[in-house]
């Protein structure tokens, strides 16, 4: 997470006072996501497992002055837990109309070792919530006359990546609900869109998938020369929620360096 999420970038009037909901926002993208949006004036509820993590991100935040997220600790793969969170959130902090469906799990796995339990687990974290808390939050942004669904897909859905089958099966998912539900929800100004990150050097990849071999694969696939990291999705992030995309629906965002494919 940046020091100081907003130095050297645009504003967004739009975002103050709102409130935004963001699913496993304890670390790494979710993390810089809440940041952000923090920095932005927008009131925060966050959901995630990890409760050490989420309890020190809301003090980091609340210690430079920002408006203060509110931490859940919840498991996305109980829905009724989940519901339930956002209900909360929209009784103390008012209608959600910022959705950013983030939560997933790129643990790896080969075919051969898959069983349906595997599977299962892998659509409930990865894919089945970002339906349920878009059906959650979709009657709160119409009667709010609007709102900005933003979910998360996966650059490793178009690239050659392996032992992640039910991974990227998720993550193409998400895409197909994009744009169906944009359709769907449309008439409500509610729009929906999907950010599709490149390879993002948080710690968890950093700590677990960033060998040399990946490394000299970034290296010889991003046009750009750097590397990625979560601000650079943010940022797209803070646009996509904001009024400045008011026109901007069913889309997939690429922020992946300039990938070739």
């Known amino acids: 997470m940046s020091a100081d999420p907003q130095a050297g970038f645009a504003r967004y009037p739009s975002l103050s006072g709102r409130?935004?909901?963001?699913?496993?926002?304890?670390?790494?993208l979710g993390a810089e996501?809440?940041?952000?949006?923090?920095?932005?004036?927008?009131?925060?509820?966050?959901?995630?497992?990890?409760?050490?993590?989420g309890t020190a991100l809301v003090e980091s935040i609340a210690s430079r002055g920002e408006v203060e997220p509110r931490f859940i600790e919840c498991d996305v793969r109980d829905i009724p837990a989940l519901k339930a969170a956002i209900a909360d959130t929209a009784e103390r902090l008012g209608p959600v109309t910022i959705l950013?469906?983030?939560?997933?799990?790129?643990?790896r796995h080969r075919i051969e070792d898959t069983d349906v339990e595997l599977w299962d687990d892998r659509m409930a974290v990865n894919l089945r919530h970002y339906f349920f808390a878009i059906q959650t939050v979709a009657p709160m942004m119409r009667a709010a006359r609007g709102g900005s669904?933003?979910?998360?897909?996966?650059?490793?859905?178009?690239?050659?990546l392996l032992s992640l089958p039910a991974y990227?099966?998720?993550?193409?998912?998400?895409?197909?609900?994009?744009?169906?539900?944009?359709?769907?929800l449309g008439p409500g100004l509610i729009r929906v869109n999907c950010i599709i990150p490149g390879w993002i050097m948080t710690q968890r990849q950093l700590d677990n998938w960033i060998t040399p071999e990946?490394?000299?694969?970034?290296?010889?696939n991003q046009c750009l020369p750097h590397r990625l990291y979560p601000d650079d999705v943010a940022r797209l992030l803070l646009w996509l929620a904001a009024d400045d995309s008011r026109s901007c629906t069913g889309q997939n965002w690429i922020v992946d360096g300039g990938w070739i494919r």
């Not at 990227?168 to 769907?184: D, F, P, Q, V």
């Open 19 to 28: 409130v935004a909901f963001v699913s496993g926002g304890a670390s790494g």
């Open 214 to 220: 990946a490394a000299a694969s970034i290296d010889s």
């Open 100 to 107: 950013v469906n983030n939560a997933a799990n790129d643990a």
């Open 149 to 160: 669904i933003i979910n998360l897909g996966s650059i490793s859905a178009h690239i050659d």
């Open 33 to 53: 996501f809440v940041a952000q949006l923090a920095a932005q004036g927008t009131h925060v509820a966050f959901v995630d497992i990890d409760r050490a993590s």
């Open 168 to 184: 990227i099966t998720a993550k193409a998912g998400i895409e197909g609900l994009t744009r169906t539900l944009a359709r769907e």
